[in-house]
Each structure stands twice: as structure tokens, then as C-alpha cells.
């Protein structure tokens, strides 16, 4: 039995409609109303569960006036349910602003467990999931991406982010000048018929979309930094035998620098200066 006054946050299916829980479906028919993020995608998945619970629209741009509305009518007695299209609402998803008023205003919410697209990448991807930094999406601006970027450049947890198809090259070649060449992943269709995960080098996964552009939404997950300990600095012919791959392959001079210096974790001006030693060996 729902409470009173009380809001359900609902999880619901990131792309198999099979995969809501029980108690979900339960909340959702005995609420006086659920808030859904589009109204026309929530209609179907309601529809097929013969849910007839009234909608509202609750997103970005009427979440202001609309967290009001709710608020009141969960302090008049009614019960709520919030759902978002995909997923945990709240998780790059409109839900913060009407928890955050709900605790404000004393009124009660219990959140249900249930589907997420990043944890559920996450664990497909096989990276380390003891530790990991969930950043949703990456700033659109290039200057706000770029600090974003450096910030957890060195950070040792895996990092999960969310990309927009028509973003994922741009986003992968700023992932490369930032960070480097690190392993990473991607996961689309989660949970559908054709769910694939790419896992590889970041240069690897541009030249694979590069050829074949991806549809849909994807999970891009990025490996843990190796702390200072863990870096294998090798010695000065490992270095110039990654300088000469790289510029064979067109990567710029001051690039293929940059890129061996982070891979073994030393200054850029050392790889320099043992490139320039063995040019005068051989005059």
C-alpha cells in the first residue's frame, strides 16, 4: 500500500520493458499521480502494463513551476510516483529539485531499486567497479569539456560517462588530447536485442565509429589512471620506439611527445631530449 503524502521515486526499463520490477508496477497503479519526464514515451510503457494512473509532465524546462505544484498536492494528502524516461530518475535525469523540496517540506520519499544504464555498463565493460566517478554528460562547451577533461585525467577510479551518438567522435578525440591514448569502453543499446560493448584503446574506438557511426545513446567508460607507482617508465629506446609508431601512424611531432610522455610517466622535455640525443648519433 502506497502512504499518504508520500512520493515514489520509480526506476523504469532502459530499453527491454520486461526488465521493471513488481513493486514498481504496483506503486505506479495505486498512486494518485505519476510525474513523467515525457508524457508520450511514459503512455507506452503504462499502456503496455495497463497502467491508468494520471500523467503529468515533470522536466527541465517546467521543473520549476511544476516541483511546486507537486509539492503541494503531496502536502494535501496526495501520493506521487516519479518516473524519467529511462532509468533511475535524478541520474541525469529531472528528479534532484523535487527530492530536494520534498526533504525541505518533511514530506516522505522512498526511492525503489531498478534499472540504471551506468551501472549496468559498468559492469559489462569489466573495468574496476570498487571505486568509479559517474559524470553523466560532459560539458557541451569546449573550454568547460577541456577542464573537465584534465580534472580526471589522473583521477585512479573508472570513470562512466553518458554521450549523444552525434557527440561520440568529437567527445572521443578530446578524451584522447586530454587524457591519452587510455583503455577505454562502450556500451549502447543496453539491454535490447542488439546491445554491443566496444572495448579498446580511445585511437582504437575512434577509427571503429569513424567507419561505422553509432545510433543511440551511449555509456563510455574510461579506465583508471595508473597511479605514479604503477607506471612502467621503461627506458629511452621504448620511448623512441613510441615516438616512431605514433608519427608513422601522422600523429603530430609535439603530439607524439606529449602522448609518449604520459603513457610512461615522464616529462615531455626527457622523450625531447633523447629523441634529439639519437639524431646526433647518427650524424
Known sequence: MVEKGALYVCPTPIGNLADITLRVLDILKQVDFIAAEDTRHSRKLLAHYDIKTPLISYHEHNERQRTAEIIERLKKGQSGALI???????ISDPGSVLIRHCIENGIKIDVLPGPNAALTALVLSGMPADAFLFLGFLPV????RHRTLT???KLPYT???YEAPHRLIQT????LEIVGDTEAAVARELTKIHQTVHRGLISELLAEFEQNPVKGECCLLLAPAKLPEQVSKGQAEDWLQELEKLEAEGVTGKEALKLVAQKYGVG?????QAKLAKSKDKT
Open 151 to 153: 580534472e580526471i585525467a
Open 159 to 161: 570513470k562512466i560517462l
Open 172 to 175: 572521443l578525440q578530446d578524451i
Open 84 to 90: 524519467s524516461d529511462a532509468g533511475m530518475p535524478g
Open 268 to 272: 615531455k622535455n626527457a622523450v625531447y
Open 141 to 144: 562547451k569546449k573550454k568547460e
